[in-house]
């Protein structure tokens, strides 16, 4: 990340940093699935003609759904928010992200966003 930034900046620039803790298990599976159909329906030239939308959202609702794990020799299945290492969770964090800062007035934002993505840095 830091790669991204300018060699060298100017007097009185200010640096933050920032770190968003806990936001893959905060955000409920409908609301990701919902920023992925929304994404889908909006930028359909991404995705190859081939790949069929409703399966990237079937495929969704079955990892979402399906988290399972093992704790203290006993098995669970998280029931709600992302799994924090599942590949699918910073995409779907992306996803909530853009629909958050482009589409603030969506009454389903209010019901989830308590940060942005992650860790960031600027």
Not at 66 to 92: E, H, L
Request: overall charge neutral; charged content about 15%.
């Amino acid at each position: 990340m830091l790669n991204h930034l300018p060699k060298t900046v100017k007097e009185g620039t200010l640096l933050v940093s920032f770190d968003v803790v806990n936001l893959y298990t905060n955000i409920p599976h409908d609301y990701g699935i919902e920023a992925t159909t929304f994404w889908l329906e909006k930028f359909p030239e991404e995705i190859p003609g081939r790949i069929n939308h409703r399966f990237i959202i079937g495929a969704l609702k079955f990892i979402l759904l399906n988290n399972n794990f093992m704790f203290d020799t006993v098995y669970y299945r998280q029931k709600c928010g992302i799994a924090m290492g599942s590949q699918a969770a910073p995409v779907i964090a992306n996803l909530v992200s853009y629909i958050n800062h482009h589409y603030k007035n969506m009454t389903l934002i209010s019901l989830l966003f308590k940060g942005e993505l992650g860790e960031v840095f600027g």
